[in-house]
């Protein structure tokens, strides 16, 4: 016995210490003392309906998504049929976002046709008919089932996004998953700057390099005469007052470079420290932005995010190596949100906000008192029930049940668990979970001691049959937990982890720590001293 307590003290001194390390960090005392210096930078982090948040549902326009598709394959067409020779014209989208174009010879209908079929199978021909100079006018639209296809893609690269600009945001257990009819729930706890949130989220991100056009004049254009192959915009401009000036600009129609190609963007500083957005491009965006940067020197190529022109800035050499940066009047918040928009990519298609909730975190906190209250309460009397009916048992099974909980927050702060209200009653379950085990080992040992065993043989025949038991019992429990986990969300998982990591930290005290206190007991009580159980 004294061989197997050599290192048997040992690992549960370790763990007791690791532990600790991850649970002290929670309660904000420790946290800003000194102490909380030394300790890992963990702590539990508290659901939307503990801590308070915001919880949003978002709708996504699904029909930009079409649009966007449409209008690039209208250009893939065109491009394809130029190859062979094929006289297509002006390629767009219509209002009832349908692919239109005009083929310019009537012979070429047959080729046109049969590339359209060979190469694009998801596009289907809703009509055509010839006009009097002779073209044939087509009106395309994806098949139907490609539109269910091209929704449901939209949808879930949407969701992807989201997250990942919320996790480069810095919120811990966001909540975000789709709803039916094209919707989306978000649930950002501990968030107290709502808007800004739902300024990173709603961002579509549509980032494109269109070259100015210089020939252009920007008077006329205001006054509704733009050039063929070119448009207006407007920059925007804060100045140091805080006020805005909206600069007319006009830009070539057809974009020069989208932002699909960047792969990193960071907030960086000019040498008047003023923050701007420093991006880096692949190798294949590093090519076109050398190639455009070369044919265009001394040109001004504008950056355009969501229909916004940033900045204009002029080309003063071929720029290689694949680097650009978005300058403007940024705060350092707002190049810091640019970054983290352009990082996590552009979403598929706008997304607007249907419904905004804010949680206070008044209730959370009503919640945990309450919680902890009836915690304090519930263990109060079940560690006094211990120790009046089992005695030094007991004494031992309140023991490993403290050793039980402290298990339970530091496993849900070392891995980032998000504690919720059906979590705390996760944590409720599993200390009574807990102390049935402790029970039905403790029964078991007074049946050998009636039988006649010896305190030592008891406790050895007590655990021997009741941890294939308790084994059983918490398998079955911790699949479920796994089953809730998997097909859960938001709260349900919470309750789900909680209840898996205090089944495991059940096993642990009651079948392996409280067998170590019985084990050292032994081995230091005198012949003949009676074993109160």
Do not use: C
């Not at 004294?2 to 960090?25: A, C, D, E, Q, T």
């Not at 309660?27 to 948040?53: A, E, T």
């Not at 070259?211 to 448009?231: F, I």
């Not at 927050?409 to 059906?422: D, E, N, S, Y």
């Amino acid at each position: 016995m004294k061989g197997n307590l050599r290192w048997k003290i040992p690992v549960i001194l370790l763990v007791l210490i690791i532990s600790l390390l991850y649970f002290l960090p929670s309660f904000s005392g420790i946290k800003n003392s000194s102490l909380g210096d030394i300790l890992p930078d963990r702590q539990v982090n508290l659901g939307l309906d503990l801590r308070g948040g915001i919880h949003l549902t978002l709708g996504v326009e699904v029909e930009r998504a079409l649009e966007r598709s449409l209008s690039q394959i209208g250009q893939d067409i065109r491009d394809e049929a130029r190859l062979q020779d094929i006289l297509v014209l002006r390629p767009r989208v219509s209002d009832d976002h349908r692919l239109e174009f005009s083929l310019l010879r009537q012979e070429q209908q047959r080729d046109l046709e049969r590339m359209i079929s060979q190469q694009y199978n998801n596009l289907r021909i809703v009509s055509r008919h010839s006009d009097d100079d002779g073209r044939i006018r087509y009106v395309l639209d994806f098949t139907a089932e490609y539109k269910e296809i091209l929704n449901d893609m939209t949808l879930d690269q949407a969701v992807k996004t989201i997250r990942n600009r919320i996790d480069q945001f810095g919120v811990a257990e966001p909540d975000i998953r789709r709803q039916q009819d094209e919707r989306i729930q978000v649930q950002l706890p501990g968030i107290d700057d709502p808007q800004r949130a739902i300024s990173i989220i709603g961002q579509t991100a549509h980032l494109e390099f269109k070259l100015v056009d210089e020939d252009a004049d920007v008077q006329r254009a205001v006054e509704g005469v733009v050039p063929p192959g070119s448009r207006l915009y407007y920059q925007q401009t804060t100045m140091p007052d805080g006020s805005t000036r909206e600069e007319p600009v006009v830009l070539r129609a057809e974009t020069a470079m989208t932002g699909e190609y960047i792969t990193n963007a960071h907030t960086a500083f000019d040498q008047y420290n003023q923050p701007y957005v420093a991006i880096a491009f692949d190798n294949r965006g590093s090519r076109i932005f050398e190639r455009i940067t070369g044919e265009n020197v001394r040109q001004r190529l504008a950056i355009v995010l969501d229909g916004n022109v940033y900045s204009t800035p002029v080309i003063q050499e071929r720029i290689s190596g694949g680097r650009a940066s978005i300058t403007g009047r940024f705060t350092v918040d707002e190049a810091h949100d640019l970054a983290v928009v352009l990082r996590a990519g552009s979403l598929p298609a706008p997304v607007f906000v249907m419904e905004e909730r804010t949680v206070g975190p008044s209730l959370g906190q009503e919640s945990i008192e309450r919680g902890v209250r009836s915690a304090v309460i519930g263990g109060a009397l079940v560690l006094i029930f211990m120790v009046f009916y089992f005695g030094f048992a007991g004494v031992v099974a309140n023991t490993v049940l403290a050793f039980n909980i402290i298990l339970i927050i530091a496993g849900l702060a070392g891995f980032g668990a998000t504690l919720t209200l059906p979590g705390i009653a996760g944590i409720i379950l599993t200390i009574g979970i807990a102390v049935d085990a402790n029970v039905l080992i403790f029964e078991r040992i007074r049946e050998e001691l009636r039988r006649g065993l010896s305190p030592r043989a008891a406790v050895e025949e007590g655990y021997n049959r009741a941890t294939l038991t308790i084994l059983d019992a918490n398998v079955t429990t911790i699949i479920a937990a796994v089953v809730l986990y998997q097909f859960g969300t938001g709260p349900i998982r919470g309750f789900a982890v909680t209840l898996t990591l205090g089944i495991l930290a059940s096993m642990f005290t009651a079948i392996f720590v409280s067998r170590v206190l019985f084990d050292i007991w032994i081995s230091k009580r005198k012949p003949g001293t009676a074993f109160n159980i």
